[in-house]
């Protein structure tokens, strides 16, 4: 409480300054308080050039912190995950660039985790249409595999996601065709490279697929049926009087089970589908079949990939993206430590651009995808439209239009002029950037992040026509 005693007082008595517009008597616990206040302003300044207050800052992370709106943000100094722990001595040796280069190194394979999907199953199953589905196409798009063509696939053919090159259906031929005969069949369609297989059939599974699943389970692989074209089987039930949607499913799938089991399939997984409704049915049960047993570093490519068929997915995805910010706001925090003024905004918002066009292709707000959603839902592109609430949504992601909305955002544009500020502070000023770059980055990329998921699940609801507040 230094300055707060009256000089030439005779008792101990504590002053408001007069320059501070105030004079006289204060009651002490304003005096603690301002004390408090001043320390704690000083820890945080000095906190990142020195090891205890940095330290003494982390134990004292409150559990939730006060921040705008319900973002529980990180902290700085947590940010640096295992695989690139090595950034942390980077920052420290002021080595802005190497830190820089290992996180987007870390981002970059991230993004590029191969998934290798093979759909085998004999012609005219739906494997076509089920890998167009998967894709996010419908049979007539442009890229689509081609459906309906009755002569037998006698080779492998490739298809890479639209959106994610990383990840690949594969349409295998029959087993058992002349061709490609069931007891070199793996061999020849190279089944190394793929992650697992899915064995389609519009009836019940037949003697080659079991063979081929046996020799599958050989090779140590997975396998999973999916008996298509449901949507089929369930309007034919529906011209029976005691038709019940649910009974119908549970005796179709304890058929499936059963033949299966009774070539000797012990635990057969199977999936009742329509490609044409992948909202329906099974398919999420696949995915949440998939994401379970592949191998953790493939998931968020098997979810990047799939089609928004329940809100479930996309809050996955929303969280996914999240759990990706704070390495973006580390980057940006190091591109800030560069020490010349204007480079760090200028980076961040090339970076933003990459970033929020993932947000809005991974949320199917880019307008192909939402052209697409309308003319497979029946429900006019306009009215798509007119759920959206966020302005990055069905727009071209640019610099320009990111910096317009991040000024309306009073908080970022208060530490954005900051940053910019901050830089020629001596000593403190590169590492204080730092955090403010960070904190303006994590803060942007969280709104941007959490007005598309919004608008994703606002945009699923219409086109299935439900209730779209959210
Ligand atoms: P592939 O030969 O195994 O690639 O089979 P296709 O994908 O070409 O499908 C054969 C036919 O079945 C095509 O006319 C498709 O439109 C139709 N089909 C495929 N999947 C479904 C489905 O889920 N539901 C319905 N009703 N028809 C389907």
Redesign the pocket.
């Known amino acids: 409480m230094h300055g707060g005693f009256h000089p030439k007082s005779s008792t101990l008595r504590l002053y408001a300054k007069q320059k501070e517009g105030v004079r006289g008597l204060v009651s002490v616990s304003t005096t603690v308080l301002d004390e408090v206040t001043n320390i704690r302003k000083y820890i945080r300044k000095m906190a990142p050039t020195d090891r205890v207050l940095s330290e003494y800052l982390r134990q004292q992370k409150p559990k939730k912190p006060e921040l705008d709106g319900d973002m529980n943000m990180e902290d700085p100094n947590d940010s640096f995950p295992e695989e690139i722990a090595a950034v942390k001595e980077d920052l420290e040796n002021n080595d802005t660039a190497a830190a820089a280069a290992k996180i987007q190194e870390y981002l970059d394979k991230q993004n590029n985790v191969p998934l290798n999907i093979a759909i085998t ?1 004999e ?8 890998i167009n589905a998967f894709r996010g196409l419908s ?1 007539d798009d442009e890229g689509a595999a081609p ?3 009755t002569e037998t ?1 006698v080779v492998v053919k490739e298809y890479s996601h639209p959106n994610y090159p990383n990840v690949t259906l594969w ?1 295998l031929p029959g087993v058992g065709t002349p061709n490609f005969p069931s007891d070199t069949y793996l061999k020849l369609v190279g089944f190394e490279k793929f992650d697992f297989f899915i064995i ?1 059939s519009d009836t019940r599974f037949r003697e080659n697929d079991i063979k081929l699943a046996k020799e599958i389970q050989r090779m140590k692989k997975k396998f999973y049926f999916v008996r ?2 449901i ?2 089987d369930i309007n034919a039930e529906k011209r029976k009087r005691d038709f019940n949607p649910e009974m119908a499913l549970v005796k179709m799938r304890e058929d499936c089970i059963g033949g299966l089991q009774g070539q000797s399939i012990e635990s057969p997984q199977v999936f009742l ?4 409704e992948l909202h329906l049915y099974d398919f999420s049960l696949l995915h949440q079949t998939l994401e379970r047993e592949l191998p953790a570093h493939k998931r968020d490519a098997l979810l990047f990939a799939m089609p928004n068929i329940n809100l479930e997915i996309i809050n996955k995805k929303k969280e996914a993206f999240q759990s990706k910010i704070k390495y973006w706001a580390t980057l940006s925090a190091a591109v800030a430590g560069a020490p010349v003024p204007g480079v760090s905004i200028c980076m961040d918002l090339s970076m933003m651009v990459n970033v929020v066009i993932d947000y809005v292709v991974g949320f199917g707000l880019n307008k192909p995808s939402l052209q697409k959603l309308s003319a497979s839902s029946g429900v006019p592109y306009t009215e798509l439209l007119d759920v959206l609430k966020s302005p990055l949504a069905a727009v071209k992601i640019t610099k320009e239009l990111l910096l317009k909305l991040l000024s309306q955002m009073a908080s970022t544009a208060a530490l954005m002029a900051l940053e910019e500020g901050s830089r020629w502070i001596p000593l403190i000023g590169i590492p204080l950037a730092m955090g403010l770059s960070f904190t303006t980055t994590y803060r942007a990329l969280n709104y941007f992040l959490t007005e598309l998921a919004d608008d994703a699940q606002r945009v699923f609801k219409r086109a299935l026509g439900l209730n779209t507040s959210v």
């Open positions: 199953g012609s005219g199953a739906g494997k076509s249409t089920f049979n459906t309906g063509v696939t349409d389609i298509s074209k949507d089929n589908v329509s490609s044409f």
